[in-house]
């Protein structure tokens, strides 16, 4: 196929068999959201591209260098491919004034946007479920939300593969002053930064400290902590996060060196990490942000939430799955015109009593339909060659179970085919 007819790098098709893989798992997604009373929204994937700036943050890798951005050309209005769901989520919260009567618990999936190195598990379009709560206080939405995620893990057979490591980022003044902190620390040991690290101190010296430069890690490892600088009530959340999530018997472990890459944290953060996927192990991660709201123009109202990246969660869960959905359970082949119509009629009423029917199109010898029919996966064929066709009858034959064919009237043909369903 000629090159400029491929998908764009890192954006992939999801094929068949794999799709019936993403609904099997959104079906149970949707089972598991409602049993914590999330409801769903709907966002658009384009957004004006100043809510990212503003939401995401000016100095973000995100925002820096891996959003799709363009004009509009019919309106000159600059917009983004969303490369997440939180900043959306506000905006149409506020937009439609949810919170007018109290907090809400919500929830979205759908493809995210970044323009990431493509790799394993990193993809430039990828998939999230987002799930949000807005307008609740208090450290025990945080810990609901992590608890809910470990019953999905219990659910999905993945429990024993998934650590979640939790930080507390504190209040904005909080951070200001290790930051402060943090760069006369780096300042102070100036010949020994690498020139990345340079270049981020005035702007994001936090970032410094996830550098994989082995020379630098003597430096990273005597800089000052985050948890140093937060005050009673930040270091009080935090205990009661933790107080939950043992009440709980969740095991977690604190990670301070985590800060997340965008801008609109406070407090909780947190992350749940795999080993089993290689360099891209996060395939869930939120925390609290308490000051978006506020900071796209509404009333200001806490809020907290998560989103997992769904390829990374169906990387994990191959194998598992159970059996497919969309498969049809009957193929209807036929032989001739009369026939034809006949297998028509004949599927069309083995579809009013709610099975799934593959009827032949297309032609071909006998011989090739049936190889069709046992490929297809179904489990009965129903035949309706010159013979049965002259008869008013159609022939049914088990393809997975050992049974001889038998010829019924049409009118007989929903029983005759049930009898290798059940
Ligand atoms: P995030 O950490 O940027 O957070 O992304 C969340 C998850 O999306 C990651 O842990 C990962 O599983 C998946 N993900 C991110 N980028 C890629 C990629 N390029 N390819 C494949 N998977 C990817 C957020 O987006 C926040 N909005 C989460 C949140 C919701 N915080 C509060 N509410």
Known sequence: MSKNLQAVRGMNDI???????????EARLRRWLAAYAYRPLRMPIVEPTPLFARAIGE?????EKEMYSFIDTLSGEPLTLRPEGTAGCVRAV???????????????????????????????????????ALGYTGPDIDAEQMVMIARLWRELGLAGTMRLELNCLGQPEERARHRSALIAHFEQHRDSLDEEAKRRLPSNPLR????????MQPIVETAPRLYDYLGEASRAHFSGVCAL???????????????????????????????????????????????????????????????????????????????????AQVYVLHQGEVAQRLAFVAAESLRDAGLAVQLHCGGGSFKAQMRRADQSGARVAVIVGEDEAAAGEAS???????????????????????????
């Not at 100095?59 to 925002?63: K, Q, R, Y």
């Not at 410094?208 to 020379?215: E, G, M, R, V």
């Not at 939120?286 to 989103?307: E, H, N, T, V």
């Open 15 to 25: 094929l068949p068999d794999e799709a019936e893989r993403w609904e099997a798992l």
């Open 59 to 63: 100095v973000t890798d995100i925002v």
């Open 94 to 132: 506020l937009q439609h004034n949810l919170l007018y009567d109290g907090p809400r618990r919500l929830w979205y999936l759908g493809p995210m946007f970044r323009h990431e190195r493509p790799q394993k598990g990193r993809y430039r379009q990828f998939h999230q479920l987002g799930v949000e």
């Open 208 to 215: 410094i400290l996830d550098t994989k430069n082995p020379a």
């Open 245 to 327: 999530l043992d009440a709980a018997k969740i095991p977690w472990r604190f990670n301070p060196r985590l800060v997340r890459g965008l801008d609109y944290y406070n407090l909780t953060v947190f992350e749940w990490v795999t080993e089993q996927l290689g360099a891209q192990g996060t395939v869930c991660a939120g925390g609290r942000y308490d000051g978006l709201i506020a900071q796209l123009g509404g009333k200001p109202q806490p809020a907290c939430g998560f989103a997992i990246g769904l390829e990374r969660l169906l990387a994990l869960t191959e194998g598992r799955d159970g059996e497919r959905q969309s498969i």
């Open 396 to 422: 049914v034959k088990p393809l997975r179970a050992e049974g001889s064919q038998c010829r019924v009237g049409i009118a007989a043909l929903v029983p005759a085919v049930q009898v290798w369903l059940d």
